[in-house]
């Protein structure tokens, strides 16, 4: 399509620089006669659009076409026990097209090896959520009436296992709660004999300092420097009893992070599997249909 530039020559007159097919510049005469002042010309965008949005129509349905029959080939493989191949066949064919609402109730079916289990949870859990976008109510009723039973027993069994270990991990807790707490306090008081003395030798030198240049004596001037030097040796053992003071006051607040032991985050993945379990109960549950 020839490239088109104008260029104002004079007052009067226009001229267009076109580029022609073979990529040379040719210089013509610009003429406006049927073009209104500011009018913008037309270069066939509407049809353009109307062609791509009959190709887009076109590639859409080309990818249902090879969605279905990568659906059914996904069936024959299931029947034939091949199921990870029948999953990863279904999975192209919801890449192909995600719309055709049978991929889900196969890939739900497949996953769980024939609504009986849900040990793939997470992928079951990505798959549950189309139901209601893509699948039809009569779809939907029969995966919910196969697999909402499972859920229910999954969940109970789940929820007896949390209810174990929370209390396992409660007893724990308050098992190093207690010793953590003991050992904080020593580290407190420790902390204490240094620090209080710290504050008390401190101000004695700072308030000998403000008198020691009126008593000529100098016994002032040798109260202030003792009181700096307890103040500083009281300073350094502050310093060294702040350190386990740190430590127990850490620990206090890490044991009461599950994320801290093995048995709390058993408690945690628990957790979020029992969630995971009723939200895909969720998904399947039709009761509005």
């Known amino acids: 399509m020839a490239e ?84 990863v066949t279904l999975d192209s064919a919801r890449r192909q097209c995600e719309r055709i609402g049978g991929i889900y109730p196969l890939g739900i079916k497949l996953l769980t090896g024939g609504f009986t289990g849900l040990s793939r949870l997470d992928e079951v859990a990505e798959l549950t959520p189309k139901l209601k976008e893509h699948c039809s109510p009569a779809e939907r009723r029969e995966v919910f009436a196969a697999l909402a039973p499972v859920c229910e027993r999954e969940i109970a069994e789940q929820e007896g296992k949390n209810r174990e270990l929370a209390e396992e991990n409660e007893q724990k807790k308050a098992e190093r709660r207690i010793r953590f707490k003991a050992r904080l306090n020593r580290a407190a008081i420790a902390f204490a004999c240094a620090a209080v003395p710290f504050v008390i030798f401190m101000c004695a030198g700072i308030g000998f300092a403000t008198v020691m240049r009126s008593d000529l004596s100098g016994a002032y001037m040798a109260a202030t420097i003792a009181m700096f030097a307890l103040a500083a040796a009281a300073f350094v053992l502050s310093a060294a009893f702040a350190r386990p003071l740190a430590k127990y006051a850490r620990r206090m607040r890490r044991n009461e992070d599950d994320n801290s ?10 957790r979020e599997r029992a969630d995971k379990l009723r939200q895909i109960y969720s998904d399947i549950e039709c009761s509005d249909e």
């Open 4 to 87: 088109e530039r104008l260029v104002d020559d004079d007052k009067d007159r226009k001229y267009r620089i076109r580029i022609n097919d073979d990529g040379e510049e040719e210089l013509e005469l610009a003429d406006y006669a049927e073009e209104p002042e500011g009018s913008v010309p037309e270069y066939g965008f509407e049809e353009d659009e109307r062609q791509s949005e009959s190709e887009l129509a076109q590639r859409e349905e080309a990818a249902s076409r090879r969605a279905l029959d990568l659906l059914r080939k996904a069936e024959a493989l299931g029947e034939e026990g091949q199921t990870d191949y029948a999953i």
């Open 261 to 270: 032991t093995a048995l709390g985050r058993s408690l945690i993945k628990g």
